[in-house]
């Protein structure tokens, strides 16, 4: 997990309601992603930034939407307008000279 | 979408045997990454080949990719129980402005 931090590590969430995954580094990488998993799938992109104050839609951003206001924060949030959104969400980033992506521990939303 | 698809799904060994398992790919990539997930947790990266290269070795993996036939394949030689966890493989496609595209992975038991 190194220098990645996601917080809380179980949420709950009732219907209806917005919440805010934290996705915190001090690796002092530029760019950061946020994926969703499902139970026995692979990861798919919500959302990523390449550099601060900027951020893309990935694969599947609708009922998502995210800031990057400072290198070291790419806070999810997960909007009342997304469907399904029971799944364990997980922050990366990339190191630039290498490419490889790292990966925080996670967290697991459930809606009630 | 799903770039890679990882085979096979399931993969179930006996201590000290070597597992092997196999990852497609659809488009042209500019590397391909292996990483290991443990239930409930986040991803650790394994290890990562470039398009250019065709074999890399990092302690008991083997990772090879054959770009011809938009494969690779990982094996893990003398495999310990620890091993027991879910493998994933994920592109970096040539267009993806570095976004790695994740299959759906093998998971692999290693009975004692």
């Known amino acids: 997990d190194g220098g990645i931090t996601q917080s809380p590590k179980y949420l709950f969430r009732k219907e209806g309601q917005n919440v805010t995954l934290s996705c915190e580094q001090n690796?002092?990488?530029?760019?950061m992603y946020w994926y969703r998993q499902d139970p026995g799938q692979g990861l798919r992109l919500i959302y990523y930034s390449q550099i601060v104050n900027d951020f893309q839609k990935g694969d599947i951003a609708e009922g998502y939407s995210v800031s990057r206001e400072k290198k070291e924060s790419f806070p999810l949030t997960v909007t009342s307008a997304q469907k399904n959104p029971t799944a364990f969400y997980l922050c990366?980033?990339?190191?630039?000279?290498?490419?490889?992506?790292?990966f925080g521990p996670g967290t697991r939303l459930t809606v009630l | 979408s799903q770039q890679g698809e990882e085979d096979p799904q399931a993969l179930s060994i006996q201590e000290g045997e070597n597992a092997t398992m196999n990852c497609s790919y659809k488009t042209s990539i500019n590397n391909l990454q292996w990483y290991r997930q443990n239930s409930g947790r986040g991803l650790v990266h394994l290890i990562l080949i470039r398009s250019n290269e065709r074999e890399k070795h990092s302690g008991r993996l083997r990772v090879t990719l054959d770009t011809s036939k938009k494969s690779s394949s990982l094996l893990i030689t003398a495999s310990r129980a620890a091993d027991t966890a879910s493998y994933f493989c994920?592109?970096?496609?040539?267009?993806?402005?570095?976004?790695?595209?994740f299959g759906s992975g093998t998971r692999l038991l290693v009975r004692p």
């Open positions: 990366a980033t990339r190191q630039t000279s290498t490419d490889t992506q790292y």
């Open positions: 994920a592109t970096d496609s040539v267009d993806s402005s570095y976004k790695l595209i």
């Open positions: 690796l002092n990488h530029d760019a």
